[in-house]
């Protein structure tokens, strides 16, 4: 017996989804693009490309007999539904503040969305450096520990008070003084 899977495979979610992008920018496809997308959310409603490109596409489709106000909501939703399925990734986080600011004229409601997306920003780009420094000065290469030691400025000004950066700083400047581009 064979078994029907319950979800399409990620390489399904992915022919459909390249196959609703098609026409992106050509303005007499984006309701037949709108179609797509919305079948796509209908089979997949956790895929959250689908929803964010959806959300985004109506935002410049003007869909025959659906009024402005029911179409602001469904983009909402749908830019919602994109951020609690991403783990409220950062950038989704971001655009749904800046629909809300924007589109709905509701700076206070994107306030707090703002803030959360630049506080999850920077501990991506916290963890991002301290990655970046720690392979350069694993690279260990002239032209490595330069980028190091580069970056160790700025991410010494941008994050004083972490200790991850503080540590990798900390051995990217001792391997360079061991390997004679800083003086001790």
């Keep these: 017996m064979t078994k029907t899977p319950l979800h399409p495979t990620l390489e399904e979610l992915l022919e459909k989804l390249r196959e ?30 689908a929803l964010l490109e959806l959300g985004r596409l109506l935002q410049l489709t003007d869909e025959p ?46 306030t707090p969305l703002y803030e959360e997306g630049a506080r999850k920003a920077l501990e991506t780009l916290e963890d991002a450096w301290a990655g970046l420094l720690r392979a350069w000065v694993h690279e260990r290469t002239k032209e490595s520990l330069k980028k190091a030691l580069e970056l160790s400025e700025l ?30």
């Excluded at 098609?22 to 490309?49: C, I, K």
């Excluded at 029911?70 to 409220?88: D, H, M, P």
């Excluded at 991850?164 to 003084?177: E, F, L």
Aim: charged share 30%; glycine share 8%.
């Design 65 to 110: 007999g659906v009024e402005t106000e029911k179409a602001f909501v469904e983009i909402q939703r749908l830019l919602e539904q994109a951020v609690e399925v991403s783990g409220r990734a950062a950038a989704l986080v971001v655009e749904l503040g800046y629909f809300l600011d924007t589109i709905r004229n509701s700076s206070e409601k994107a």
């Design 20 to 49: 609703a992008r098609e026409g992106r920018g050509m303005e007499s496809l984006r309701l037949e693009q709108v179609r797509r997308y919305r079948e796509l959310v209908a089979e997949s409603p956790t895929f959250t490309p």
């Design 155 to 184: 991410a010494e000004k941008v994050f004083p008070d972490s200790g991850r950066i503080q540590g990798v700083v900390h051995d990217a400047r001792n391997t360079a003084i061991h390997d004679g581009l800083l003086k001790p």
